[in-house]
């Protein structure tokens, strides 16, 4: 795999953490309420996987959302954001 992440990738990371952020649940939170360790929402989070449709459906379920709002385009920026130093 390239070291460029997918857009698919980045647009599911991205909301998976507001979803989670607006919940106001932490990643060990999320991770009791969908059975996925929070190591592995943080490596969702930053696009260094894709998830399952399995775990589409677990998050999706969680937030009570369809799945295609784990996918939605509104409030995504395409260019990531660059840690200032």
């Not at 929402?41 to 399952?52: D, F, N, R, V």
């Not at 998050?59 to 409030?75: K, M, N, S, Y």
């Amino acid at each position: 795999m390239s070291e460029a992440v997918s857009r698919p990738r980045r647009l599911f990371g991205h909301n998976l953490r507001r979803l989670r952020t607006r919940a106001g649940l932490s990643q060990v939170a999320l991770g009791e309420l969908t059975g996925v360790k929070p190591a592995r929402i943080s490596e969702y989070e930053s696009g260094l996987y894709a998830p399952t449709i399995d775990m589409l459906e677990r998050f999706a379920d969680a937030f009570d959302v369809p799945i295609a709002a784990l996918f939605d385009e509104t409030d995504f920026d395409e260019k990531p954001k660059r840690k200032k130093r």
